[in-house]
């Protein structure tokens, strides 16, 4: 069964796994575009920059990993769904 973009983006733990997310995001944007909330690569960044200020401190239901390659990973994820 293949993963989920969600299950890949939480097993981010280095530069590997860092690259294979964003390859899984890439293909996802390509299947899947109709399903992310931006439509271009500017909302997309200001969409990941927006929740990546948002959630620097946690927020109520997200704990930030310690780890800087799932939070990046988190980050760029966040770019397709968050409003």
């Known amino acids: 069964m293949q993963?989920?973009?969600f299950?890949?983006?939480?097993e981010?733990?280095?530069?590997?796994?860092f690259i294979a997310?964003?390859?899984?995001?890439?293909i996802d944007r390509q299947a899947?575009?109709?399903?992310?909330?931006q439509d271009s690569i500017d909302s997309f960044l200001e969409a990941a920059v927006d929740w990546g200020r948002e959630s620097v401190?946690?927020?109520?239901?997200?704990?930030?990993?310690?780890?800087?390659?799932?939070?990046?990973?988190?980050?760029?994820?966040?770019g397709k769904i968050y409003e």
């Open 3 to 5: 993963k989920t973009l």
């Open 7 to 10: 299950e890949i983006v939480n």
């Open 12 to 17: 981010v733990q280095d530069e590997a796994t």
């Open 21 to 26: 997310f964003l390859s899984a995001l890439s």
């Open 32 to 37: 899947h575009g109709d399903e992310w909330q």
């Open 57 to 78: 401190e946690g927020l109520t239901h997200y704990e930030k990993p310690d780890n800087p390659w799932k939070r990046c990973a988190q980050i760029m994820y966040m």
